[in-house]
């Protein structure tokens, strides 16, 4: 499953989370290391969802449109 994730610069590195599921987070000190924690963050959060009986929600479809600032 590909879940959409929003990425944010911190002042001591990055932050993800999850839209579709919330509580679902990862930081590291890089964004490659944030991306790596956010793939297994979602693995062990779907999982936990599984066994508490919970419905995972299907990974909405998403695009990305330019907009002039």
Do not use: F, K, W
Not at 7 to 14: L, R
Not at 30 to 37: D, G, I, K, S, V
């Amino acid at each position: 499953m590909r879940y959409p994730i929003l990425i944010s610069q911190t002042a001591t590195g990055y932050s993800a989370s999850v839209p579709d599921l919330p509580g679902c987070v990862a930081v590291g000190e890089t964004r490659e290391e944030t991306l790596a924690l956010m793939a297994e963050a979602i693995e062990v959060h779907l999982q936990g969802m599984r066994e508490d009986g919970e419905n995972i929600p299907e990974p909405p479809e998403m695009e990305m449109v330019e907009a002039r600032a």
